[in-house]
């Protein structure tokens, strides 16, 4: 698989170095993000062939 290689402007970097990351901020997206890694725990979850996607289960 071919990696690919982005570099950031100093402009985006000061712009991640000002982020408030905390237990409140960026909000509801770490808290949904930190219970989708409690769902997978040390398991693991089964991903689709080929897109590697959360794998839907029937019934």
């Known amino acids: 698989m071919t990696q ?3 570099i950031l402007t100093s402009a985006q970097c ?3 170095q000002k982020q ?3 237990h409140d901020e960026p ?3 770490l ?3 930190s219970s ?3 769902f997978i725990g040390t ?3 089964s991903v689709s062939k080929k897109n590697h996607l959360v ?3 029937g019934g």
């Open 55 to 57: 794998a839907m289960k």
């Open 20 to 22: 408030t990351i905390n």
């Open 4 to 6: 690919l290689k982005e």
């Open 43 to 45: 398991t693991g979850i």
């Open 36 to 38: 989708f890694i409690d």
């Open 31 to 33: 808290r949904d993000f």
């Open 27 to 29: 909000g509801s997206l």
């Open 14 to 16: 000061e712009c991640i």
